[in-house]
C-alpha cells in the first residue's frame, strides 16, 4: 500500500511522508494523528462498508471528542473511480446555503428593511434571527414541530446534492 501511495503522490509531484499510527480505530485514529500533527485536511479512500456522508459523520464524530480548542478541519474522500471526492468541513462551518435559501434570506431581508431598520439590517441579521427563534421552538413544546420541519427539509424530494465546496 505504501508504495502505491508514493508512487500517486510522485505522479501528482506531491511529496509524502509515511507513518504508521497504531490504534483500533482507523477514523479515531486519523483524526487524533490530524490533529496532533496540526493538518487542516484529512483525505481518504471510500469505505467499503459505508456511503461517503455516513463515513463523514463517523470522522465528524471523532473530530468531536478531540479536545478543546479543536482544530479546523476538512476531510476529502476519494470515490471508487479515484477522480471524484466528496468533501466535509468537520465542526462549525459556514454552511453552504442553496440559491433558494440565498433568494429567501434576501426577500426577508429587502421586506424587513423596510420596515425600520434600513440599512443597519444586514442577511446575517435575518439568519441569526431565525437560528435563535428556531433554537428557541427547539427548546419548548413546539420541539416536534421543529424535528419534523426538519425530518421533512432532509427527506424532501428535491433535496440536493451538497453544493459544491466554496
Known sequence: MFSGVVTLAEKAGKHVELMVVPGSDPYQAVVQTAARLQSSRIVMGLSPKLTPSEQGAQVGRYWEQL??????????????NQKDTVFFNLGPHP?????????????LWLEL???????????????????????AELHSNLSGEVVD??????????????PPPE
Open 113 to 135: 428593511s423596510a420596515k425600520g431598520p434600513g440599512s443597519k439590517l444586514h442577511h446575517r441579521d435575518i439568519i441569526g434571527v431565525a437560528l435563535r427563534r428556531m433554537n
Open 149 to 162: 420541519d426538519v425530518l421533512h427539509e432532509v427527506s424532501d424530494g428535491n433535496h440536493h446534492e451538497p
Open 95 to 107: 454552511p453552504r446555503l442553496w440559491p433558494e435559501d440565498l433568494d429567501l434570506v434576501h426577500r
Open 67 to 80: 479536545p478543546e480548542p479543536r482544530p479546523s478541519l476538512s476531510l476529502e474522500i476519494i470515490l471508487e
